[in-house]
């Protein structure tokens, strides 16, 4: 056992040289690049500071915007947004007074903003980006159809329902307009946002059912197709066969 240890310490020992060794190369390395850091930071000093101060500042300035002006800005334009959505929600369940309903949700009432009051004092806010949905879809709703093209083309979202929503009242609008080339090529869009079985077949429906009336009959049978293929259950494809009989007579 006594011996066991003696070369267990001795081989220790060795290793331990080797280390400082190793060590010293190391240590010596280092000071030999830290001299040409130094040398190079010197040399470029200005460059450095300045362009580190231009990150910090940029870094200081996004995380005090966001924390002293959006932040809040978010909470009170969702607070603002809530009494503006119950206007909306109360014209499209009372059709007595619907249209001074729907100008209160656009112009605000019991001193809360309306739709057209959020998206000017609230920019940059997801309040602000639902506000030109809900303020396009007032203005349809009020027959205002240019005014509804005009806010919803602002609107954008990731909510693939939403956004084809959009797009499909912006087609909607153009129809009312009798502008159909337009109205076909926003139902288009509508249509290829996704293929959701709620506002895909809706707009499809639409885009073939305006084709036809343009005497564009084989993109009308097309759409009409791609209901019945892609979403047989729909609503939409109930009657779908009956349409692209129609469509192949004319």
Do not use: C, W
């Amino acid at each position: 056992m006594a011996t066991y240890k003696k070369k267990g310490l001795k081989r220790k020992s060795s290793n331990i040289d080797t280390n400082q060794s190793t060590t010293a190369e190391v240590f010596d390395t280092l000071d030999q690049s830290a001299s040409r850091t130094e040398r190079i930071v010197a040399k470029y000093q200005k460059h450095i500071i300045g362009t580190v101060l231009a990150i910090v500042f940029m870094v200081l300035g996004y995380l005090g915007y966001s924390s002293l002006i959006l932040e809040p800005n978010s909470e009170e334009a969702n607070n603002e947004l809530f009494t503006a959505q119950n206007y909306f929600s109360l014209a499209l369940e009372d059709n007595e007074n619907s249209d001074s309903l729907f100008l209160l949700s656009l112009n605000g009432g019991e001193g809360k903003y309306g739709f057209l009051d959020i998206i000017e004092n609230y920019s940059g806010t997801n309040a602000s980006q639902l506000s030109y949905y809900s303020a396009g879809m007032a203005y349809y709703n009020l027959n205002d159809f240019e005014n509804a093209i005009k806010y919803l083309k602002y609107f954008d979202s990731d909510d693939v329902v939403l956004k084809a929503l959009a797009l499909g009242g912006i087609g909607d609008s153009f129809a009312e307009l009798n502008q159909l080339d337009d109205a076909l090529n926003y139902y288009e869009l509508a249509s290829n946002v996704s293929d959701n079985s709620f506002t895909t077949p809706k707009f499809l429906l639409k885009a073939g059912n305006t084709a036809s009336v343009l005497n564009k009959n084989k993109l009308a049978t097309k759409y009409y197709t791609s209901i019945l293929d892609k979403f047989p259950k729909s609503q939409e494809a109930f009657y779908i066969d009956i349409q692209i009989e129609k469509n192949s007579l004319k």
